[in-house]
């Protein structure tokens, strides 16, 4: 099959190239990976912002710029491949935005979405528990229903961001005797509520960017729920489709990769038979796991709601991810992994923290295992047990 781009497409991502040409080296963050979980500046989120592209799908009326998701796939495909931090105001841009337009209430959508679009607003999400990750249905936190008013009490762990957010999406249990899927819903709370304790988690790195945090009987207005009560599960699965099937789940890393080559180029190891092979497989995967990104836009452009397409691009390019990370381990400090023999160098922090940081990749988001019985049960059609 062949595809192009339009005139217009083009011309955009022409844009997108020059402004980060211009922005990324006054703030000095040129090839961050993970720009968009560890890459925060909200001062360059603001710059994103005045330039219309967060939330550049929406509606105008609520600060977006109508534009189709190809458009946004270009947008964010050149941000990540730049190492640019956008990591305040990614949820806000991919999830909680998209969650707001599709099931809150106006008043949610008129606040939150024009705030998002300019860069001011920082989300987390909380959704997994100490016993509810996987099976996130079997979350126990609850939300209890108070004259005007909903009370939630529980405990949330790994929530990115929850130190820096302002808002946090929270899902919680508001019929505990419904069954597991059918009694849960969403709420949008405000960071600043009395009786939200934020614990920082380090993780392997030493870094700090999840947290627990923990709901000890926040009050919150009946207007922070969003949508129907109860029926958050349904809600949330359309939501996890925004998580999972974005180019950021092939892209992380791509400064990295692109970064190793150079470099192995320059220190001559690219004569090496077995390094070309591996660095030119990389290179084809790159470029698949980016067209089943692609197709996931694709469906959504058509008015199509992608499901097990966006299990498949998250699951084969994030396993790449883990593999990019390995390879570049390999060619900045120790060739002896991939070529048996040759000289190793000391290793300098980049590469290190990019393999340390890898295990993330096929967790966070759903785990590759969950996601290929997603791809068993919805793109296969087998049973589930
Ligand atoms: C860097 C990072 C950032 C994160 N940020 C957030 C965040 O902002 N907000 C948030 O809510 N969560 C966040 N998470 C949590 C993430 O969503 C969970 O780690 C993930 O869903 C897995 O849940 P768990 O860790 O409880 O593992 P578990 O669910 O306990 O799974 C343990 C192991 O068992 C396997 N397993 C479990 N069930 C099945 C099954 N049915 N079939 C096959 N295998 C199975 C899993 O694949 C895994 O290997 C983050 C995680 C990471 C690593």
Request: charged share 25%.
């Amino acid at each position: 099959m062949r595809f192009s781009f339009t005139p217009e497409q083009d011309a955009f991502r022409q844009e997108v190239r020059e402004f980060l040409a211009r922005e990324l080296p006054a703030e000095g963050l040129r090839h961050y990976e993970d720009g968009w979980i560890t890459g925060f500046s909200p001062g360059f989120s603001r710059k994103v912002g005045a330039r219309g592209w967060i939330g550049l799908t929406w509606p105008t009326r609520y600060g977006g710029k109508a534009r189709g998701p190809m458009d946004r796939l270009i947008l964010t495909e050149e941000l990540l491949r730049a190492g640019a931090p956008v990591a305040a105001h990614w949820l806000g841009d991919r999830q909680v935005g998209p969650a707001l337009l599709a099931y809150g209430s106006e008043e949610q959508k008129a606040f939150f979405l024009p705030r998002t679009a300019r860069g001011e607003i920082t989300f987390c999400i909380a959704m997994s528990e100490p016993a509810a990750g996987s099976d996130l249905a079997a979350l126990r936190t609850v939300a209890i229903e108070d004259g005007h008013e909903w009370v939630i009490r529980g405990q949330k762990v790994w929530t990115s961001f929850a130190h820096q957010a302002q808002y946090c999406y929270v899902v919680a249990r508001t019929d505990p005797a419904a069954p597991k899927h059918k009694g849960i819903s969403e709420f949008v709370v405000d960071m600043r509520t009395p009786g939200i304790t934020v614990r920082p988690l380090i993780d392997m790195l030493g870094e700090h960017h999840f947290n627990e945090v923990f709901f000890d009987d926040v009050r919150v207005p009946a207007s922070a729920l969003i949508g129907q009560k109860n029926r958050g599960w349904y809600q949330i699965a359309s939501q996890l489709d925004f998580e999972r099937g974005g180019i950021e789940r092939v892209f992380s890393n791509y400064p990295l990769f692109h970064d190793a080559v150079e470099h192995a180029r320059r220190r001559g190891l690219t004569r090496d038979a077995r390094l070309r092979d591996r660095l030119a497989r990389l290179m084809v995967d790159l470029e698949a796991g980016r067209l089943l990104v692609y197709r996931v836009a694709w469906l959504l452009s058509q008015g199509k709601v992608p499901t097990w397409e966006t299990a498949l691009s998250k699951r084969f390019g994030t396993e790449l991810e883990q593999e990019i990370a390995e390879v570049a381990l390999s060619i900045f400090g120790l060739p002896g992994l991939l070529m048996p023999g040759a000289p190793g160098a000391p290793l300098d922090g980049r590469p290190a923290r990019a393999a340390l940081y890898a295990p993330a990749y096929t967790l966070q988001g759903g785990t590759g295992n969950i996601l290929r019985n997603i791809l068993a049960t919805r793109g296969l059609g087998l049973p589930a047990d």
